[in-house]
């Protein structure tokens, strides 16, 4: 694949990884180095019994994050990850992400961009990825040299005009593309993307204020189910690139949006996932001619794949009932906080009991919350040993779109607990 990325080009990633890692440590003091070989259930359940807290634990293994970003260049080569921060923008995340070797950042609010800039990061290094913008953040953009934009209706193009004038010109604008995406489990084309028969319209009010058109964006939705969806997309985006010419655009940039398989690559730098969804991008950059485009680079906007089974969330049972067979735990989170999309996206979440005893029996967990669907566990035959008020339960795969989308009051009591494994720091 085209394009160029900071980690394709470091000779000894293990090295630099870990030197990465070792300033995290000098900078978070409380994070916490165990061996290899500890289980997560181990590491969570020690841990909550020796710091008894009422606070929500967000356990990150910044080990496997590391291990996500090698099977990322592993599979991908120099497509370059511009980091979606409205995933997890929890501050120690964002420290660790921003201060890997080639690491750009998809920001979709000036707050997000006030985030990375704070951290350094270049103004380049950030595209505002959001195709809708208020008029602060186009004013924004105009004080801290944020070029890189996504937009996909001729309404846009015009507003950004009103509010730039003769700045305008110095935008480097992605089109947002439509995509048929309803085999996702997170669709999101009913709300975002231009049509093909509108780009003509687009194009030409974006030539009408000498606004730079420089490439195409596009996102297949969370939990793509569709094999054909890339191919599909970059035929599309292809169309469009041609329909540039016309307008005498000559645009290289391809942003394959995000919605990546989040499974862990291990040790090993493996994801088959991720390995089946780039022998379909290669195939589609060759057969739909992309592949042709001089200087053609390459980007996507991972988030998901950074923190979906890389956090595990520890919560506390605070009270126990018996009710219409089951048992029921009320536990210190619920779906205003980090299991929200329980009931917007009808996640299924699976306990694991840290403590308890005797035998499993059928049973329940529900939240604080005040209302009926603060319900955490959908199916009745969630199978648990009898705990009781102040046993400790954890969850896994809580990182993707959990703490970003809590309540600002649930946020409060949601604290990271940052630990690495020993090896990697050598």
Same mark, same amino acid.
């Given at each position: 694949m ?18 990465n890692?070792r300033?995290?440590?000098?900078r978070?003091?409380d ?6 070989? &500890? ?5 969570? *359940?020690?841990? @909550? ?6 606070d ?8 496997a ?37 080639g @690491?750009?950042?998809?920001?979709a ?16 290094s ?5 195709? !809708?913008?208020? $008029?602060?953040? =186009?004013?924004?953009? *105009?004080?801290?040299g ?7 209706s001729v309404?846009?193009v015009?507003? @950004?005009?009103? &509010? ?6 110095k ?7 439509? $995509?048929?995406d309803?085999h996702?489990l ?9 049509r093909?028969?509108?780009v003509?319209a687009i ?7 000498n @606004? %730079?058109a420089?490439?195409v964006a596009?996102?297949? /939705?969370s939990?793509?189910?569709d ?6 997309a ?10 540039? #010419? ?7 940039l391809?942003? +394959?949006g /995000? ?19 780039? *022998? ?9 001619? +992309?592949?042709?485009? %001089? ?16 956090i ?6 605070t ?7 089951? !048992? ?6 619920? &779906? ?6 329980? &009931?917007?996206?009808?996640?299924? $979440? ?15 967990? =529900? /939240? ?17 040993? *009898?705990? #009781?008020?102040?046993?400790n339960?954890m ?7 959990? +703490?970003s989308?809590?309540?600002e009051?649930?946020r409060a009591?949601? #604290? %990271?607990v940052y630990?690495?494994? #020993?090896?990697?720091?050598?």
């Amino acid at each position: 694949m085209h394009g160029n990325s900071g980690l394709s080009d470091v000779a000894d990633k293990n090295a630099v990884l870990s030197a990465n890692l070792r300033l995290f440590l000098e900078r978070r003091k409380d994070a916490i180095v165990i061996d290899d070989d &500890v289980k997560i259930e181990d590491f969570v *359940r020690e841990y @909550m019994q020796s710091h008894p807290s009422n606070d929500v634990l967000c356990f990150y293994d910044c080990t496997a994050i590391l291990n996500q970003y090698k099977t990322w260049f592993a599979v991908f080569g120099d497509v370059q990850p511009f980091y979606a921060m409205k995933c997890n923008p929890a501050e120690g995340m964002m420290d660790l992400m921003t201060s890997l070797p080639g @690491m750009c950042v998809d920001c979709a609010s000036v707050t997000e961009i006030k985030a990375c800039l704070a951290r350094g990061i270049s103004p380049s290094s950030i595209i505002f990825a959001n195709p !809708v913008k208020s $008029v602060e953040g =186009i004013s924004f953009m *105009r004080e801290k040299g944020v070029w890189c934009c996504t937009l996909d209706s001729v309404e846009e193009v015009t507003k @950004m005009h009103s &509010v730039l004038g003769d700045d305008a010109a110095k935008c480097r604008v992605v089109l947002r593309l439509y $995509v048929d995406d309803h085999h996702s489990l997170i669709p999101l084309g009913s709300k975002f993307g231009c049509r093909l028969d509108e780009v003509d319209a687009i194009l030409a009010e974006l030539k009408k204020y000498n @606004m %730079p058109a420089v490439g195409v964006a596009f996102h297949v /939705g969370s939990g793509n189910e569709d094999e054909n969806a890339y191919d599909k997309a970059i035929a599309n985006a292809k169309t469009v690139f041609d329909k540039a #010419k016309q307008f005498g655009y000559s645009m290289n940039l391809l942003d +394959m949006g /995000g919605g990546w398989a989040g499974t862990l690559g291990g040790n090993a730098h493996r994801n088959e996932g991720l390995e089946s969804e780039a *022998r379909i991008i290669r195939a589609a950059l060759e057969t739909k001619g +992309m592949s042709a485009i %001089p200087d053609l680079k390459l980007i996507a906007e991972p988030g998901r794949y950074f923190n979906e089974q890389v956090i595990t969330l520890g919560a506390t049972v605070t009270h126990v009932t018996e009710r219409n067979g089951l !048992v029921v735990y009320r536990v210190n989170e619920g &779906v205003t906080g980090m299991f929200k999309d329980t &009931v917007l996206a009808d996640l299924n $979440v699976l306990p694991v009991a840290l403590e308890g005893a005797g035998k499993e029996q059928p049973s329940r967990i =529900i /939240g604080p919350g005040f209302t009926e669907k603060d319900i955490i566990t959908k199916e009745k035959d969630v199978l648990l040993p *009898r705990m #009781k008020a102040g046993d400790n339960i954890m969850f896994r795969n809580m990182g993707a779109y959990t +703490m970003s989308i809590s309540s600002e009051g649930a946020r409060a009591s949601q #604290k %990271p607990v940052y630990f690495i494994r #020993k090896s990697s720091l050598n």
